[in-house]
């Protein structure tokens, strides 16, 4: 494993794993506070069979983005938004919550020690995965002795190569994501086994993605996969409001503000299936791919095709307006550029 050659074709980079030098790897035991890992060749952990997540999913993960800009910046966008998030997800689940500023600055390290796997402007992002795992060995259903907090990159092209395209989803009548009371709204690794098979089945019938409506009524639209769910009709946009089945996306969170910054009225609410198969238009989003325009939705016999090719007008205004507002482009208003200095201090071991 070594930096991109001089021929490195970045137009190559799809949505998918492509090795990088680092990766930044702290511990802690339960009970005690974390003190700040160190940076290490990427590679093999070395894991107990009886550790509490190999057992029991004791695990959650992040996703964000570290892309440079029109102004040759290299910037995450919203990480503290990650780290409160990842705070939570740890409590929830039992383990020692890693601060906030350790978070970040173990994320800038990883960002800063692979450097050179930052895709040029405009063609793609260093994409980072903070990992929280507990490691220890433990037998009965229990919070694991000891944690280890992993941060890891991996260079990705654009979600949509050659522009927006819109995607056809189906509704899942038969699986729901999360239930009232249970681990849905934080990124937790147990969440997303169940959704393979369901999501597997819909793209052998050409769909790309399930809808999953809600465990109680089997009604209201939560979440698409794994990314979060708008409509928008009479220039309204509506999304299903937090009510702990939903993970709370921070690219969510960002469209709702934008929109509302750009004179739009924004709805959080339940969002029946049945109104959004009513609108004009819809998309999904999540930072893997922004903003995806969805081109139709099926629910049984019932197929509901949004607009001529799917990409909605208003869609396509939230996405330049983010894309840009992310590369520098377009200005940032709300401050959520966050810049990483490429020369910070790494703490580096090579054990
Ligand atoms: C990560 C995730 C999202 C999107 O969150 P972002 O912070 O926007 O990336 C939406 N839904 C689920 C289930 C997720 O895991």
């Not at 997303?192 to 098979?197: E, I, Q, T």
Request: proline letters at 7%; charged letters at 20%; hydrophobic letters at 40%.
């Amino acid at each position: 494993m070594s930096g991109p050659d001089n021929n490195f074709d970045w137009d190559s980079l799809t949505f998918s794993l492509t090795k990088t030098e680092k990766m930044y790897v702290a511990e802690c035991n339960q009970g005690d506070a974390w003190s700040p890992g160190n940076i290490l060749p990427y590679g093999n952990l070395s894991i107990d069979p009886a550790a509490g997540v190999l057992n029991y999913g004791q695990g959650i993960f992040e996703g964000m983005k570290a892309q440079r800009t029109a102004n040759n910046r290299v910037i995450l966008f919203r990480p503290e938004e990650n780290a409160r998030r990842f705070q939570r997800g740890a409590a929830r689940l039992g383990m020692p919550p890693v601060p906030e500023s350790m978070f970040i600055d173990a994320v800038e390290q990883v960002v800063a020690a692979n450097s050179s796997w930052i895709p040029p402007s405009g063609r793609g992002a260093l994409y980072i995965r903070p990992v929280l795992w507990g490691t220890g060995p433990i037998m009965g259903v229990a919070p694991a002795p000891s944690y280890t907090f992993c941060v890891f990159a991996t260079p990705v092209g654009p979600y949509f190569k050659g522009g927006l395209s819109a995607i056809d989803l189906l509704i899942s009548e038969e699986n729901h994501r999360a239930a009232p009371g249970g681990s849905g709204g934080v990124k937790a690794i147990g969440n997303y086994a169940p959704g393979m098979m369901p999501s597997k089945n819909a793209k052998k019938q050409g769909f790309a993605e399930v809808i999953y409506l809600d465990a109680v009524e089997h009604k209201y639209i939560e979440e698409v996969g794994a990314a979060n769910y708008f409509c928008i009709k009479d220039n309204v946009l509506y999304t299903p409001e937090l009510t702990g089945t939903i993970l709370p996306g921070i690219t969510r969170e960002s469209i709702i503000m934008l929109a509302r910054h750009r004179g739009y009225e924004v709805n959080e609410t339940q969002v029946s299936a049945e109104f959004a198969m009513t609108a004009d238009e819809s998309f999904c989003c999540g930072t893997a791919a922004v903003i995806s325009p969805i081109a139709s939705i099926t629910q049984g016999e019932n197929k509901k095709v949004f607009g001529v090719g799917g990409v909605g007008v208003i869609t396509r205004e939230l996405y330049d307006a983010l894309t840009n507002l992310q590369t520098e482009i377009n200005e940032d208003p709300f401050g959520w550029l966050h810049e990483v200095n490429l020369n910070l201090a790494l703490n580096i071991s090579n054990e």
